[in-house]
Protein backbone atom coordinates (compact mmCIF):
# COMPACT_ATOMS: atom_id res chain seq x y z
CA UNK A 1 0.00 0.00 0.00
CA UNK A 2 2.92 2.44 0.64
CA UNK A 3 4.02 1.83 -2.48
CA UNK A 4 1.02 2.58 -4.13
CA UNK A 5 0.81 5.57 -2.44
CA UNK A 6 4.33 6.94 -3.34
CA UNK A 7 3.92 6.24 -6.51
CA UNK A 8 0.88 8.39 -6.55
CA UNK A 9 2.79 10.76 -4.63
CA UNK A 10 5.23 11.25 -7.81
CA UNK A 11 2.46 11.04 -10.15
CA UNK A 12 1.13 13.93 -8.21
CA UNK A 13 4.55 16.09 -8.34
CA UNK A 14 4.70 15.61 -12.07
CA UNK A 15 1.59 16.75 -12.50
CA UNK A 16 1.96 19.94 -10.92
CA UNK A 17 5.16 20.70 -12.52
CA UNK A 18 3.34 20.28 -15.77
CA UNK A 19 0.45 22.27 -14.65
CA UNK A 20 0.05 25.19 -16.62
CA UNK A 21 -0.30 27.97 -15.00
CA UNK A 22 1.34 27.35 -11.35
CA UNK A 23 4.07 24.68 -13.02
CA UNK A 24 7.57 24.95 -13.69
CA UNK A 25 8.64 27.27 -16.95
CA UNK A 26 11.17 24.50 -18.61
CA UNK A 27 8.63 21.50 -17.94
CA UNK A 28 6.48 23.18 -18.91
CA UNK A 29 8.39 23.80 -22.39
CA UNK A 30 9.57 20.50 -22.92
CA UNK A 31 7.76 17.62 -25.33
CA UNK A 32 8.53 13.90 -26.13
CA UNK A 33 11.86 14.75 -28.43
CA UNK A 34 13.25 17.38 -26.02
CA UNK A 35 12.99 14.96 -23.30
CA UNK A 36 14.21 11.77 -25.13
CA UNK A 37 17.67 12.03 -24.86
CA UNK A 38 17.69 12.92 -21.17
CA UNK A 39 15.89 9.60 -20.79
CA UNK A 40 18.81 7.76 -22.88
CA UNK A 41 21.00 9.19 -20.55
CA UNK A 42 19.52 8.32 -17.28
CA UNK A 43 19.73 4.50 -18.81
CA UNK A 44 22.97 4.80 -19.18
CA UNK A 45 23.50 6.67 -15.30
CA UNK A 46 21.98 3.35 -14.35
CA UNK A 47 24.45 1.25 -16.02
CA UNK A 48 27.24 3.46 -15.18
CA UNK A 49 26.36 3.02 -11.02
CA UNK A 50 25.48 -0.69 -12.33
CA UNK A 51 29.54 -0.90 -13.26
CA UNK A 52 30.84 0.46 -10.09
CA UNK A 53 28.57 -1.78 -8.18
CA UNK A 54 27.28 1.23 -6.09
CA UNK A 55 24.18 0.07 -5.00
CA UNK A 56 23.02 3.45 -3.50
CA UNK A 57 23.76 5.29 -6.60
CA UNK A 58 21.98 2.44 -8.48
CA UNK A 59 18.72 3.10 -6.23
CA UNK A 60 18.93 7.14 -6.93
CA UNK A 61 19.34 6.73 -11.06
CA UNK A 62 16.73 3.92 -10.89
CA UNK A 63 14.38 6.96 -9.46
CA UNK A 64 15.70 9.42 -12.11
CA UNK A 65 15.23 6.83 -14.69
CA UNK A 66 11.44 6.35 -13.44
CA UNK A 67 10.54 9.82 -13.37
CA UNK A 68 11.47 9.75 -17.30
CA UNK A 69 9.01 7.44 -17.34
CA UNK A 70 6.32 9.65 -15.77
CA UNK A 71 7.38 12.63 -17.57
CA UNK A 72 6.50 10.80 -20.72
CA UNK A 73 3.41 9.60 -19.48
CA UNK A 74 2.19 12.74 -18.01
CA UNK A 75 2.69 14.23 -21.42
CA UNK A 76 0.63 11.37 -23.33
CA UNK A 77 -2.08 11.98 -20.40
CA UNK A 78 -2.40 15.84 -21.54
CA UNK A 79 -2.76 14.99 -25.21
CA UNK A 80 -5.20 12.20 -24.02
CA UNK A 81 -3.09 9.50 -25.37
CA UNK A 82 -2.66 7.03 -22.85
CA UNK A 83 -1.55 7.57 -18.59
CA UNK A 84 0.79 5.92 -15.95
CA UNK A 85 -1.85 3.44 -15.29
CA UNK A 86 -2.05 2.46 -19.04
CA UNK A 87 1.61 1.91 -18.77
CA UNK A 88 1.64 -0.49 -16.16
CA UNK A 89 -1.42 -2.10 -17.50
CA UNK A 90 0.69 -2.57 -20.57
CA UNK A 91 3.99 -4.04 -19.59
CA UNK A 92 2.29 -6.73 -16.95
CA UNK A 93 0.15 -7.62 -19.72
CA UNK A 94 3.26 -8.45 -22.11
CA UNK A 95 5.29 -10.15 -18.93
CA UNK A 96 2.38 -12.54 -18.78
CA UNK A 97 2.10 -13.20 -22.12
CA UNK A 98 5.53 -13.88 -22.45
CA UNK A 99 5.89 -16.14 -19.58
CA UNK A 100 3.75 -18.33 -20.49
CA UNK A 101 6.04 -21.19 -18.66
CA UNK A 102 5.44 -19.36 -15.62
CA UNK A 103 2.15 -18.17 -15.56
CA UNK A 104 0.72 -20.56 -17.85
CA UNK A 105 1.00 -24.40 -18.23
CA UNK A 106 4.39 -24.29 -20.76
CA UNK A 107 6.85 -25.57 -18.55
CA UNK A 108 10.25 -24.56 -20.11
CA UNK A 109 13.30 -25.39 -18.30
CA UNK A 110 16.45 -23.44 -19.84
CA UNK A 111 16.67 -20.02 -20.83
CA UNK A 112 17.60 -20.80 -24.36
CA UNK A 113 14.00 -21.91 -25.04
CA UNK A 114 12.55 -19.40 -23.01
CA UNK A 115 14.64 -17.04 -25.37
CA UNK A 116 13.56 -18.97 -28.52
CA UNK A 117 9.53 -18.69 -27.05
CA UNK A 118 9.82 -14.98 -26.52
CA UNK A 119 10.93 -14.10 -30.03
CA UNK A 120 7.87 -16.58 -31.49
CA UNK A 121 5.58 -14.83 -29.08
CA UNK A 122 7.21 -11.24 -29.86
CA UNK A 123 6.76 -12.12 -33.95
CA UNK A 124 2.68 -13.31 -33.05
CA UNK A 125 2.30 -10.33 -31.41
CA UNK A 126 3.73 -8.18 -34.69
CA UNK A 127 1.59 -10.29 -36.80
CA UNK A 128 -1.71 -9.64 -34.55
CA UNK A 129 -0.69 -5.75 -35.26
CA UNK A 130 -0.58 -5.84 -39.21
CA UNK A 131 2.77 -5.61 -39.25
CA UNK A 132 3.88 -8.62 -42.10
CA UNK A 133 7.52 -8.13 -41.96
CA UNK A 134 8.17 -12.01 -41.46
CA UNK A 135 12.24 -11.22 -41.96
CA UNK A 136 14.70 -13.00 -39.63
CA UNK A 137 15.71 -9.42 -38.99
CA UNK A 138 12.25 -8.07 -37.95
CA UNK A 139 11.19 -6.13 -34.52
CA UNK A 140 14.89 -4.89 -34.04
CA UNK A 141 14.22 -1.28 -32.97
CA UNK A 142 15.93 1.65 -34.89
CA UNK A 143 15.65 3.50 -31.66
CA UNK A 144 19.12 1.79 -30.44
CA UNK A 145 22.71 2.88 -30.47
CA UNK A 146 23.69 1.17 -33.25
CA UNK A 147 26.55 -0.65 -32.07
CA UNK A 148 23.87 -2.14 -29.97
CA UNK A 149 21.94 -2.57 -32.91
CA UNK A 150 24.78 -3.73 -34.89
CA UNK A 151 25.19 -7.08 -32.66
CA UNK A 152 21.91 -7.85 -32.56
CA UNK A 153 20.96 -7.52 -36.28
CA UNK A 154 23.82 -10.18 -36.69
CA UNK A 155 22.63 -12.38 -33.75
CA UNK A 156 19.46 -12.76 -35.66
CA UNK A 157 20.88 -13.27 -38.63
CA UNK A 158 23.18 -16.08 -36.95
CA UNK A 159 19.67 -18.02 -36.17
CA UNK A 160 19.37 -18.81 -39.30
CA UNK A 161 22.72 -19.94 -39.92
CA UNK A 162 24.30 -17.00 -41.56
CA UNK A 163 27.40 -16.66 -39.52
CA UNK A 164 31.25 -16.85 -39.07
CA UNK A 165 31.61 -20.44 -37.38
CA UNK A 166 34.57 -18.80 -35.09
CA UNK A 167 36.34 -15.90 -34.46
CA UNK A 168 39.09 -17.05 -36.55
CA UNK A 169 37.61 -16.00 -39.63
CA UNK A 170 35.94 -13.05 -38.12
CA UNK A 171 39.69 -11.67 -37.44
CA UNK A 172 40.52 -12.04 -40.93
CA UNK A 173 37.37 -10.52 -42.10
CA UNK A 174 38.15 -7.29 -39.46
CA UNK A 175 41.78 -7.22 -40.99
CA UNK A 176 40.42 -6.83 -44.85
CA UNK A 177 38.46 -4.11 -43.90
CA UNK A 178 40.92 -2.32 -42.45
CA UNK A 179 43.09 -2.45 -45.17
CA UNK A 180 40.32 -0.95 -46.87
CA UNK A 181 40.47 1.51 -44.63
CA UNK A 182 44.11 1.99 -44.97
CA UNK A 183 43.21 2.06 -48.67
CA UNK A 184 40.85 4.85 -49.03
CA UNK A 185 43.24 6.85 -46.40
CA UNK A 186 45.65 6.62 -49.18
CA UNK A 187 44.09 7.45 -51.77
CA UNK A 188 43.36 11.21 -51.37
CA UNK A 189 42.67 14.15 -49.34
CA UNK A 190 40.23 13.12 -46.05
CA UNK A 191 36.94 15.65 -46.94
CA UNK A 192 37.22 14.97 -50.35
CA UNK A 193 36.73 11.21 -49.82
CA UNK A 194 34.86 11.52 -46.39
CA UNK A 195 31.32 9.17 -47.80
CA UNK A 196 33.84 6.32 -48.93
CA UNK A 197 35.79 6.89 -45.45
CA UNK A 198 32.67 7.34 -43.76
CA UNK A 199 31.76 3.45 -45.48
CA UNK A 200 35.06 1.58 -44.97
CA UNK A 201 35.09 2.95 -41.12
CA UNK A 202 31.32 1.85 -40.58
CA UNK A 203 32.54 -1.45 -41.75
CA UNK A 204 34.86 -2.17 -39.47
CA UNK A 205 32.92 -1.17 -36.47
CA UNK A 206 30.09 -3.46 -37.64
CA UNK A 207 32.68 -6.27 -37.93
CA UNK A 208 34.27 -5.19 -34.53
CA UNK A 209 30.74 -5.49 -33.00
CA UNK A 210 30.49 -8.94 -34.22
CA UNK A 211 33.95 -9.68 -33.51
CA UNK A 212 32.46 -9.09 -29.76
CA UNK A 213 29.68 -11.15 -30.25
CA UNK A 214 31.83 -13.99 -30.99
CA UNK A 215 33.63 -13.14 -27.69
CA UNK A 216 30.28 -12.58 -25.67
CA UNK A 217 31.57 -9.02 -24.78
CA UNK A 218 29.24 -6.76 -24.74
CA UNK A 219 30.58 -3.68 -27.12
CA UNK A 220 29.24 -0.92 -24.31
CA UNK A 221 30.91 -2.47 -21.32
CA UNK A 222 33.71 -2.78 -23.31
CA UNK A 223 34.10 0.67 -24.70
CA UNK A 224 33.00 1.85 -21.18
CA UNK A 225 36.30 0.41 -19.85
CA UNK A 226 38.25 1.80 -22.22
CA UNK A 227 37.18 5.07 -22.16
CA UNK A 228 37.29 4.63 -18.15
CA UNK A 229 41.18 3.34 -18.68
CA UNK A 230 42.04 6.33 -21.15
CA UNK A 231 40.64 8.72 -18.61
CA UNK A 232 42.64 7.41 -15.92
CA UNK A 233 46.03 7.32 -17.27
CA UNK A 234 45.34 10.29 -18.84
CA UNK A 235 44.57 12.46 -15.93
CA UNK A 236 47.80 10.49 -14.36
CA UNK A 237 49.61 12.60 -17.06
CA UNK A 238 48.25 15.65 -16.28
CA UNK A 239 49.12 14.86 -12.81
CA UNK A 240 52.76 13.70 -13.61
CA UNK A 241 53.71 16.97 -15.31
CA UNK A 242 52.03 19.14 -12.85
CA UNK A 243 54.67 17.22 -10.39
CA UNK A 244 57.46 18.40 -12.90
CA UNK A 245 56.64 21.66 -12.93
CA UNK A 246 55.30 21.61 -16.45
CA UNK A 247 52.04 20.67 -17.96
CA UNK A 248 50.93 18.66 -21.08
CA UNK A 249 50.22 21.38 -23.57
CA UNK A 250 53.58 22.55 -22.87
CA UNK A 251 55.20 19.10 -23.72
CA UNK A 252 55.58 17.52 -27.28
CA UNK A 253 53.99 14.93 -28.46
CA UNK A 254 56.69 12.39 -27.98
CA UNK A 255 57.27 13.73 -23.94
CA UNK A 256 53.43 13.51 -23.90
CA UNK A 257 53.72 9.82 -25.25
CA UNK A 258 56.65 9.09 -22.77
CA UNK A 259 54.24 10.60 -19.63
CA UNK A 260 51.57 8.02 -21.25
CA UNK A 261 53.74 5.41 -20.73
CA UNK A 262 54.69 6.18 -17.46
CA UNK A 263 51.16 6.44 -16.47
CA UNK A 264 50.69 2.62 -17.77
CA UNK A 265 53.75 1.69 -15.49
CA UNK A 266 52.22 3.23 -12.94
CA UNK A 267 49.11 1.06 -12.99
CA UNK A 268 50.35 -1.98 -14.10
CA UNK A 269 49.52 -3.33 -10.76
CA UNK A 270 45.88 -3.03 -11.96
CA UNK A 271 45.97 -3.03 -15.06
CA UNK A 272 47.93 -5.05 -17.89
Not at 27 to 51: H, N
Not at 121 to 144: C, F, H, M, P, V
Not at 236 to 264: F, I, V, Y
Request: proline content about 3%; aromatic content about 6%; overall charge negative.
Amino acid sequence: MQEREDIQSLLRIMARLRDRDSGCPWDLAQDFASIAPYTIEEAYEVADAIDRNDLAGLKDELGDLLLQVVFHAQMASEQGAFDFAQVVAAISSKLLRRHPHVFANARLDDAAAVGARWEAIKQREREATGNDDTSALAGISRGLPEWQRAQKLQARAARVGFDWPSPAPVLAKLHEEINELQAEFTAGDVDANHARLQDELGDVLFVCANLARHAKVDVGAALRQANQKFERRFRAMEQQAAADGTSLPALSLAEQEAQWQRAKRAERGQDR
